[in-house]
């Protein structure tokens, strides 16, 4: 595309002043651009972006109501899109998130409810079990070097199982209700989970009119959610421990060469376990905001959302292989799936397509993404 | 074979033998590497060359014999404490990982930090990829930038950068695990000025080949493996090109066999 521009003189600019070698050949911003990994999910965020502008652009999903409506989704499946990213970059599966969202949203429920435990303290027993069966699932993979697909396939179904047991057991039925009320009782879970946040600045806005306000003078949208604060942070630890340090390094030697990493004395295994723990974490957050949103925790919770956050991440270049990705990808993979599953709502599409769009979404990203990256690491 | 005082030799290995269940890999290995000089460890495929190396990097523990440091014995416990000792190994796979960049890959294992806001330990980035450009520069290698992927780079390119990487970081002894197997002449003829230069700056290079071409000309002394056990080590003084391949498994096989196709072609 680039071919025929003028002489590239502010290319990168990050070439330190080495003597002038004629094998280097300049890169032009553009090309720079393209071979990063997440340029195929932003590309095709702009692409839906538009795309819905086109279909749905006067129907109120720009309208801040509905940007919070399709971001919140973007958010809850961005923070296991993260972990699911981060592991797949150190070339390793976690089928398990899906089950282990439902799982957390149980551990926490049901001492609370049942057994009597404070709010928090059951919350901190979600965590800690979460992270110790990521642990787990990492330490058995790397015992055995079997495949973490198969390993983290059987805790799929052992932990979906334990979550119908829990729940029928304590509650004789598939949900646990009422966790709610329990939860806005207690201040440390609640200021943490639940709900919106921001509620000054929000009603600001609304007072200085950058914000509709409903007939009774609120703002529609009284505040953020907690969980894209979540998203953010989550997003922003993993991808700065990614680019910037010395574990980020590490993380994607393990995933491009286990045996080179091995050999210039990397801890491969440590790195792993540590993140199908960062992994687990990541779901059982999700987990736990989800119970605080709807009150309840059900042994069907985070159905196939394994599956979405691998898309997500694949979405975001990461390879399947390992070795390659980017946290940001995996960010606008995730929104890629909320704009998609809401906005098709908003359109005159009927929302049973939602899931050819996001199958053929992802076989668009799979095939640019081969692309790009064979471009990339041959240097054409 | 020499009388010399045993404090000049960096390495040795005294009597080495490892056994992988039934199977005798190395039977009575001696081995003994002069300071800053190339060694060739020459042998055919099955010879035992793998496991050697593998014991002198600390892959592997010895089931008997002796492993001496700098005449001090030792028994390491991993490759790391073999690095940590100056004996740097580079295998055949070179631990390179091609979609990361020349920088990362060049400090991979030993990042350079530097402190964010005076308290976040991250990588020193720019320091990394000035560094490794010097390095490279040093060793004649020009990369087109050090933010780019090693994939794009050559196998000679990618075998000097090992070299290059463990020179840098301080390696008394460089173990190179057949460098030129997968290289085209030019590039071999690369790798061989590289382990030239190391030997320049008093380096000691165990050097593991089965190409009698590339070893001779850069060797101080050859020691030959056949099935597991040492034929002898041999002084470049001592030994001509012609005998190391003669003793090398196959050496007298290959002559019958150039003898046949010779006589093949006279008919």
């Given at each position: 595309m680039s071919a025929i521009t003028p002489p590239m003189t502010g290319s990168i600019g990050k070439t330190p002043a080495a003597q002038a070698d004629e094998r280097i050949r300049r890169i032009s911003p553009w090309r720079a651009l393209l071979n990063r990994p997440e340029f195929g999910s932003i590309a095709g965020t702009l692409l839906i972006f538009i795309l819905f502008g086109f279909f749905a652009g006067d129907s109120g999903m720009f309208n801040l109501d509905g940007v919070m409506n399709w971001s919140t989704v973007a958010a809850y499946l961005g923070i296991i899109a993260v972990g699911a990213c981060v592991l797949m970059i150190a070339g390793e599966f976690d089928l398990s998130i899906g089950s282990m969202i439902g799982f957390a949203g149980m551990m926490m429920a049901v001492p609370a409810m049942f057994l009597g435990w404070p709010m928090w303290a059951s919350m901190l027993f979600a965590f800690a079990g979460c992270m110790a069966l990521g642990w787990l699932n990492g330490y058995l993979v790397v015992r055995t070097r079997l495949p973490s697909f198969i390993v983290t396939l059987a805790f799929m179904f052992i932990l979906r199982g334990l979550t119908l047991v829990l729940s029928t057991h304590f509650s004789n039925s598939t949900i646990v209700s009422g966790v709610g009320d329990k939860l806005s009782a207690d201040p440390v879970v609640h200021t943490l989970f639940q709900g919106t946040t921001l509620h000054g600045l929000f009603g600001w806005l609304a007072t200085i009119g950058l914000i509709e306000k409903l007939p009774n003078g609120e703002p529609v949208v009284g505040g953020l959610p907690k969980v894209l604060l979540w998203w953010l942070g989550v997003a922003a630890v993993a991808g700065f421990i990614l680019s910037r340090t010395r574990f980020g390094n590490w993380i994607f030697m393990v995933g491009g060469d286990s045996n080179a990493a091995q050999n210039v004395g990397v801890p491969v295994r440590r790195v792993k376990i540590s993140l199908f723990v960062f992994t687990a974490f990541c779901a059982c957050l999700f987990g736990v905001l989800q119970v605080a949103d709807v009150g309840s925790a059900a042994a069907d919770r985070g159905l196939q959302k394994e599956f979405e956050a691998i898309i997500a991440a694949v979405i975001g270049g990461a390879l399947l292989t390992g070795g390659y990705g980017s946290v940001l990808g995996a960010c606008f993979g995730a929104l890629i799936f909320g704009v998609v599953q809401i906005g098709i709502s908003y359109t005159n599409f009927d929302s049973d397509w939602y899931r050819v769009f996001l199958g053929g979404m992802l076989l668009l990203a799979v095939l640019f993404n081969h692309y790009i990256r064979s471009r990339a690491t041959t240097g054409k | 074979m020499t009388t010399e005082n045993k404090d000049d030799y960096i390495l040795q290995l005294e009597g080495i033998s490892k056994y992988f269940g039934t199977v005798i890999s190395l039977q009575d290995v001696t081995l003994r590497l002069r300071r800053g000089e190339v060694h060739c460890l020459l042998g055919d495929n099955g010879a035992g060359k793998s496991t050697l190396i593998k014991t002198l990097a600390g892959v592997h523990r010895p089931n008997k014999g002796r492993y001496l440091v700098e005449g001090k014995e030792v028994s390491f416990a991993s490759p790391r404490e073999a690095l940590d000792q100056g004996i740097a190994t580079v295998y055949q796979d070179l631990?390179?990982?091609?979609?990361?960049?020349v920088a990362r890959n060049f400090f991979a294992g030993r990042e350079p930090m530097k402190k964010l806001f005076g308290v976040i330990p991250v990588m020193d980035m720019h320091h990394a990829a000035r560094v490794a450009e010097e390095k490279l520069g040093e060793m004649g290698i020009h990369v087109r930038s050090p933010h780019q992927p090693v994939g794009t780079m050559s196998g000679g390119e990618r075998q000097c950068l090992a070299i290059a990487r463990a020179i840098h970081f301080g390696a008394k002894v460089l173990i190179l695990d057949e460098p030129t197997a997968a290289l085209g002449v030019k590039q071999s003829c690369n790798v061989l000025k590289l382990i030239h230069k190391a030997r320049e700056r008093g380096i000691s290079v165990i050097f593991i080949t089965h190409n009698v071409h590339h070893a001779y000309p850069i060797g101080d002394s050859f020691t030959l493996l056949n099935r597991g056990q040492s034929m002898g080590t041999f002084a470049k003084e001592n030994i001509s090109k012609e005998e190391v391949l003669d003793m090398m498994a196959g050496g007298t096989e290959i002559q019958s066999l150039f003898n046949e196709l010779e006589g093949r072609a006279a008919a």
């Open positions: - | 631990a390179l990982v091609p979609l990361m960049s």
